[in-house]
């Protein structure tokens, strides 16, 4: 039996990854640096429950408005929250 998975994502990793470039420019510093971006997030990701899909409509269908407010607002929080640890993290590295 051959199966492809190829089609599997978690669907937070794209809303994060637009909330990460949404707020890159309020921290200027981060911005600037592509690998930190990433380092948002993973941290941001590692917040969250994943949650696998197929297909963006399968996901969307099946939740009600509020559960979508909730997730709306989870990323946001796992965002700001990433971009603050990982600004501290590389304060703290550039005193050592």
């Known amino acids: 039996m051959n199966a ?3 089609s599997l994502y978690n669907h937070h990793e794209r809303e994060i990854f637009a909330a990460v470039m949404a707020s890159a420019p309020d921290y200027p510093d981060i911005a600037a640096s592509s690998d930190l971006l990433c380092d948002v997030a993973c941290v941001a990701l590692n917040r969250l429950p994943p949650r696998y899909i197929r297909h963006e409509v399968d996901f969307s269908f099946y939740l009600t408005e509020h559960e979508r407010l909730e997730i ?7 965002v700001s929250y990433a971009f603050n640890f990982v600004q501290a993290r590389t304060a703290l590295r550039s005193r050592k």
């Not at 709306?72 to 796992?78: G, H, P, R, T, Y």
């Open 72 to 78: 709306d607002n989870a990323i946001v929080e796992a």
């Open 4 to 6: 492809d998975f190829s």
